[in-house]
């Protein structure tokens, strides 16, 4: 039987070992993840991250994971994104980036 796409890649997930990968491996996902983490909390001050996280704030009641940026704590589904809205307010997003740069001028 042949296996799809997702189930391929989905066996060679779970077959991974970290001690197996490369060094300059887990190094660039660390600066990776780091980066990631750093566009959180900094896109967070965003105005689209602004008008966002009051809305879910009034929707959660409050869970156990991190709204990077603030001291707010909200269910995984609110967390993943509030996180994830402020994620992709600073990565390098051209059309974010041309779109600010405009309003600056």
Not at 5 to 34: E, G, S
Not at 75 to 102: E, F, I, R
Request: net charge neutral.
């Amino acid at each position: 039987m042949n296996m799809t796409l997702t189930q391929d890649v989905t066996t060679k997930v779970t077959d991974l070992a970290y001690d197996a990968l490369p060094q300059h491996v887990c190094d660039k996902a660390k600066l990776l993840v780091l980066d990631l983490i750093g566009c959180m909390i900094a896109g967070s001050r965003t105005r689209g991250a602004v008008q966002l996280i009051p809305h879910l704030s009034s929707t959660d009641s409050g869970g156990n994971c991190t709204v990077f940026g603030t001291s707010l704590r909200f269910h995984p589904g609110n967390a993943a994104h509030a996180n994830a809205n402020s994620a992709s307010m600073l990565t390098l997003d051209d059309p974010y980036v041309l779109l600010v740069t405009q309003a600056l001028r």
